[in-house]
């Protein structure tokens, strides 16, 4: 598997680019996100990438970002969206305000990104509400205040794959006994909580 590209950018299209790799060019469909975070021809370039294999072609899809390329690979695991409609998805809606979107469940936003129905729209809050709510919190506009520790426990534990209820109950938990502590020091509590 292909994972990662780093090379020249040979050509820029609509929908993807060729990027030249010790003189082997790769051509690596790209949203519209993507493509405009290249740098112009004839300059160096890195794409995570994405390979998907059919009968009939192999295709690359690159990422300029790590946070789209796992918002990319969350879209294609649900039904009836493929590779190609997931591109075209992040073409029409940031990743992060994707999952924004889908974690409030605002249908709205959504039906207006083109290649997304209602249908798909309602598949896609089913199933990826809980897998894209660490993105969203990301997303979210931070308060005015910086955030604490017991913020920072919680959006770890987040980034970690635990459940948004059980990364609040963890530090919650710790709340009262350990302030003052470094957010290293409450995670490690946390985690043995979290797996006793």
Known sequence: MIARLTG??????????????????????????????????????????????????????????????????????????????????????????????????????????????????ERLVVELKEKLVALARAAAPRAAHAEGPFEQLEQALLGLGFKPGQATAAAEALREKAEGKPVDELLREALKLLRS
């Open 8 to 121: 020249l950018v040979a050509e820029k299209s609509d929908d993807h680019a060729i990027l030249d790799v010790n003189g082997v060019g790769y051509r690596v469909q790209l949203s519209a996100v993507s493509l405009s975070a290249l740098p112009p021809s004839g300059e160096k370039a890195s794409l995570r990438t994405y390979m998907h294999v059919r009968e009939d072609a192999l295709q690359l899809f690159g990422f300029a970002s790590e946070e789209e390329e796992s918002v990319f690979r969350e879209l294609i695991a649900v039904k009836n969206v493929g590779p190609r409609a997931a591109q075209n998805i992040l073409s029409g809606i940031e990743a992060r305000e994707l999952a924004r979107a889908v974690a409030n469940g605002d249908m709205a936003r959504l039906t207006r990104v083109p290649g997304i129905g209602k249908k798909t729209a």
